[in-house]
């Protein structure tokens, strides 16, 4: 895992849009086209804001959706879909944006991403932590051993409390239970990860990310085993290292 540390949050996002970016292309010149994942939250607002600005040719690039509540209709204001629709694919046009729909039947809708992703090798993940260290929607203890591409996750408090903090919901009780996530091994299969973590408030996850066991406890200290690991910070999310 390579730590890379910024002033800011805002010079955080671009040093890691820049590099997401590259990689990108990278991929574009080898093969002729993309596929990248793409996150949601506060942690990503900054990067996504400087990625839609770069010179890709994303007529030829294929996203993935990370994670949605189980429930949700896309016009709710905490939606991820309509996040990524108003922040990413309405600006960039991307080939085809593979959304997690969390109105379907949970368990159907995992099926039919699945066949979706296997055929779609991972170029780009970018993805973000959790105040419980989270990795997508992959609550501690996670499963590290599923081979599916998407699960059913039940939402442990600490993680609803983070959503509520943020803004996105008026209560806790408004908060779901229940998500489609993409799973720990299916983030891992990317070829690069970029993980993007402002904010003081994340500072005590990123030193058990970085410093603490690679344990289903600390969902995202398992990027340590991946060999194309970028975790861009800013000083408030560094300061405990």
């Known amino acids: 895992m390579k730590i890379v540390i910024s002033e800011n949050k805002q010079e955080l996002g671009a040093k890691a849009a820049f590099l997401g970016a590259e990689l990108i292309r990278k991929a574009i010149q080898e093969n002729g086209k993309a596929n990248i994942i ?8 900054e990067m ?8 890709i040719n994303w007529s030829v690039v ?11 209709s896309e016009l709710h204001p905490a939606s991820f879909r309509k996040y990524l629709k108003e922040r990413f694919v309405d600006i960039v046009s991307p080939k085809e944006f593979i959304y997690v729909n969390g109105e379907l039947d949970a368990d159907a809708e995992c099926i039919r991403l699945q066949k979706i992703i296997s055929q779609h090798p991972i170029d780009v993940a970018f993805v973000g932590i959790g105040e419980n260290s989270h ?6 203890p996670a499963d590290f051993e599923t081979d ?3 699960l059913v996750v039940s939402l442990n408090e600490a993680c609803r409390r983070q959503q509520m903090g943020e803004g996105w919901f008026p209560t806790l009780n408004d908060v779901p239970e229940k998500a489609i996530s993409m799973s720990i091994k299916q983030i891992m299969k990317a070829k690069a990860i970029i993980c ?7 500072a005590d996850a990123v030193k058990k ?20 690991t970028w975790l861009f910070l800013d000083k408030d999310s560094a300061w405990m290292l």
């Open 38 to 45: 793409v996150a949601t939250g506060a942690s990503q607002f």
């Open 62 to 72: 294929t996203a993935f959706h990370l994670d949605e509540y189980v429930g949700m």
């Open 48 to 55: 996504l804001t400087e990625l839609v600005k770069e010179d």
């Open 196 to 202: 993007s973590v402002p904010d003081l408030r994340k």
């Open 148 to 150: 599916d591409a998407y």
């Open 209 to 228: 990310t970085v410093e603490g066991d690679i344990s289903p406890e600390i969902p995202a200290s398992i990027m340590r085993n991946h060999e194309a």
């Open 135 to 140: 990795l997508a929607f992959n609550d501690p």
